[in-house]
C-alpha cells in the first residue's frame, strides 16, 4: 500500500472540542497561542490566531487584521516542516515518523507543534476507526478498506521481517526500544494522514497551517515550496478579511465516502445529490448513453440500493462519547442516507431520459 504524493489531507476539525471543561480549554488556548509565537520566532509570519469558535465548537484559524486580497495570510519556514517521506514511500514510514516525534514529546524539536495536535480521540481516519462501526458502511470496499490499513499496521507492530523486509523503515529503528500499543500506531496514522499536504514530492506536516478548517467556497491560496514563496508554505488571501474572519482551506471536492474515510467528517452536502465514490459507474455513463445503457444503469443502482437496505442495523452508539452523542455513529447514519439520497436521484434522473420518469422497473 502506497501513500499517495498529493495528499491534501487536513483535519483541524476536533471532534470534542466542545466537551472540555474550562481549564482543559484554558490549557489548550495555551497550546495555541505557544504554536503560533514559535512560529513567529523562527521568522515565520503568522497574521492570525488559533483558537476555539464559540458558536461551533471547533478549533480554527481566525485573522487578528485586516488582510487584503492577495497578500499574505500565513508563511510557514521549511525549518519548521515535519518532513514525514517522499511522495512513493510505504504509509508505514511516514505514521513511524510522526509516531517517533510523538514518543520524543518535549524532547522533539517540533515540540510546540507536537503539543498542539488534537488527542488519540479526537481525530478519525481509516487508520484508526473503531472496527465496531464498519458495518455500518454497507459495502464491503468501505468496510474492508479500514480493516486492510490497521492490519499492515498490527503487522509493523509484529515486526514481522517477512512481511517488512521492503519497508525503508522499521519500528525499532524509529522509536528505539519505546513501548508502542497498535493504539499507538494507529493514531500516529490517522495524524499523517488526515494532517499532511504534499509539497516537493514529500508528506509534509506544517504547523498552524492544518488548523485552517475546510470550507467549499473558499478561495485562498496555498504555495509549498515554490520559486515564488522559496523554502515555505504560504497561504495567500484569496479574498479581503476583516479580524475576526475564519481563515479557510480548501481541501478539494470529494465524494461523501472519501471524506468520511479519509478526513472524517462529511463535507456540506451537494446539490444535486452526488453518488459516493463506491456507488458511482466505472466508467462513467457517457453522455450519448443508448436506451439499453440507461436501463443497464438503472438496474445497477437498483442492485446497490437494494444491497444497502438488505444489510441489518446490527451497530449501535457509544453511550460514554464525550458531549453524549457518538460523532462517529452520527456520520455513518449520514454517510448511509445521503447514499440512499444520491442513488434515488441519479435513478430519476435516469428514467427522465428514458421517458420513464417515476416507474419502477
Given at each position: 500500500?502506497?501513500?499517495?504524493?498529493?495528499?491534501?489531507?487536513?483535519?483541524?476539525?476536533?471532534l470534542?472540542?466542545?466537551?472540555?471543561?474550562?481549564?482543559?480549554?484554558?490549557?489548550?488556548?495555551?497550546?495555541n497561542?505557544?504554536?503560533?509565537?514559535?512560529?513567529?520566532?523562527?521568522?515565520?509570519?503568522?497574521?492570525?490566531?488559533?483558537?476555539?469558535?464559540?458558536a461551533?465548537?471547533?478549533?480554527?484559524?481566525?485573522?487578528?487584521?485586516?488582510?487584503?486580497?492577495?497578500?499574505?495570510?500565513?508563511?510557514?519556514?521549511?525549518?519548521?516542516?515535519?518532513?514525514?517521506?517522499?511522495?512513493?514511500?510505504?504509509?508505514?514510514?511516514?505514521?513511524?515518523?510522526?509516531?517517533?516525534?510523538?514518543?520524543?514529546?518535549?524532547?522533539?524539536?517540533?515540540?510546540?507543534?507536537?503539543?498542539?495536535?488534537?488527542?488519540?480521540?479526537?481525530v478519525?481516519?481509516?487508520?484508526?476507526?473503531?472496527?465496531?462501526?464498519?458495518?455500518?458502511?454497507?459495502?464491503?470496499?468501505?468496510?474492508?478498506?479500514p480493516?486492510?490499513?490497521?492490519?499492515?499496521?498490527?503487522?509493523?507492530?509484529?515486526?514481522?521481517?517477512?512481511?517488512?523486509?521492503?519497508?525503508?523503515?522499521?519500528?525499532?529503528?524509529?522509536?528505539?526500544?519505546e513501548?508502542?500499543?497498535?493504539?499507538?500506531?494507529?493514531?500516529?496514522?490517522?495524524?499523517?494522514?488526515?494532517?499532511?499536504?504534499?509539497?516537493?514530492?514529500?508528506?509534509?506536516?506544517?504547523?498552524?497551517?492544518?488548523?485552517?478548517?475546510?470550507?467549499?467556497?473558499?478561495?485562498?491560496?496555498?504555495?509549498?515550496?515554490?520559486?515564488?514563496?522559496?523554502?515555505?508554505?504560504?497561504?495567500?488571501a484569496?479574498?479581503?478579511?476583516?479580524?475576526?474572519?475564519?481563515?479557510?482551506?480548501?481541501?478539494?471536492?470529494?465524494?461523501?465516502?472519501?471524506?468520511?474515510?479519509?478526513?472524517?467528517?462529511?463535507p456540506?452536502?451537494?446539490?444535486?445529490?452526488?453518488?459516493?465514490?463506491?456507488?458511482?459507474?466505472?466508467p462513467?455513463?457517457?453522455?450519448?448513453?443508448?436506451?439499453?445503457?440507461?436501463?443497464?444503469?438503472?438496474?445497477?443502482?437498483?442492485?446497490?440500493?437494494?444491497?444497502?437496505?438488505?444489510?441489518?442495523?446490527?451497530?449501535?452508539?457509544?453511550?460514554?462519547?464525550?458531549?453524549?452523542?457518538?460523532?462517529?455513529?452520527?456520520?455513518?447514519k449520514?454517510?448511509?442516507?445521503?447514499?440512499?439520497?444520491?442513488?434515488?436521484?441519479?435513478?430519476?434522473?435516469?428514467?427522465?431520459?428514458?421517458?420513464?420518469?417515476?416507474?419502477?422497473?
Amino acid at each position: 500500500m502506497r501513500f499517495p504524493a498529493t495528499l491534501f489531507t487536513l483535519l483541524a476539525l476536533s471532534l470534542s472540542a466542545a466537551s472540555t471543561d474550562a481549564a482543559q480549554q484554558d490549557a489548550v488556548q495555551a497550546k495555541n497561542e505557544r504554536l503560533v509565537q514559535w512560529v513567529r520566532n523562527f521568522g515565520g509570519i503568522v497574521r492570525g490566531e488559533v483558537r476555539v469558535d464559540p458558536a461551533t465548537g471547533m478549533r480554527g484559524l481566525f485573522a487578528t487584521e485586516r488582510i487584503g486580497k492577495g497578500e499574505t495570510i500565513l508563511s510557514v519556514p521549511s525549518s519548521l516542516i515535519l518532513n514525514l517521506s517522499g511522495g512513493e514511500s510505504s504509509f508505514l514510514e511516514s505514521t513511524l515518523r510522526m509516531l517517533r516525534e510523538l514518543k520524543l514529546k518535549d524532547k522533539s524539536r517540533f515540540w510546540p507543534y507536537i503539543d498542539s495536535l488534537p488527542g488519540p480521540n479526537e481525530v478519525l481516519h481509516s487508520c484508526n476507526i473503531d472496527p465496531h462501526y464498519l458495518p455500518m458502511y454497507k459495502n464491503d470496499q468501505l468496510e474492508s478498506s479500514p480493516r486492510m490499513l490497521q492490519d499492515h499496521l498490527a503487522t509493523l507492530l509484529s515486526n514481522d521481517m517477512s512481511q517488512l523486509l521492503h519497508e525503508p523503515l522499521l519500528l525499532h529503528e524509529a522509536v528505539g526500544n519505546e513501548t508502542v500499543t497498535l493504539d499507538d500506531l494507529k493514531y500516529a496514522c490517522a495524524l499523517t494522514n488526515t494532517r499532511s499536504v504534499g509539497g516537493r514530492n514529500r508528506v509534509l506536516m506544517v504547523p498552524v497551517y492544518d488548523m485552517a478548517n475546510h470550507r467549499h467556497d473558499c478561495t485562498n491560496h496555498i504555495e509549498v515550496y515554490t520559486q515564488s514563496v522559496g523554502a515555505n508554505l504560504v497561504i495567500l488571501a484569496g479574498s479581503d478579511l476583516k479580524p475576526g474572519d475564519e481563515i479557510c482551506n480548501h481541501y478539494g471536492i470529494h465524494h461523501d465516502d472519501y471524506a468520511v474515510a479519509h478526513y472524517g467528517f462529511l463535507p456540506p452536502t451537494h446539490t444535486p445529490p452526488k453518488l459516493a465514490q463506491v456507488d458511482e459507474r466505472q466508467p462513467p455513463l457517457p453522455d450519448s448513453a443508448t436506451h439499453l445503457e440507461l436501463q443497464a444503469e438503472l438496474a445497477r443502482l437498483q442492485a446497490v440500493l437494494t444491497d444497502i437496505n438488505s444489510r441489518p442495523d446490527t451497530v449501535t452508539p457509544r453511550t460514554h462519547t464525550p458531549g453524549g452523542v457518538d460523532y462517529v455513529y452520527a456520520t455513518m447514519k449520514q454517510l448511509e442516507q445521503r447514499r440512499r439520497d444520491a442513488i434515488q436521484h441519479e435513478m430519476n434522473r435516469i428514467r427522465k431520459l428514458v421517458g420513464g420518469a417515476g416507474e419502477e422497473l
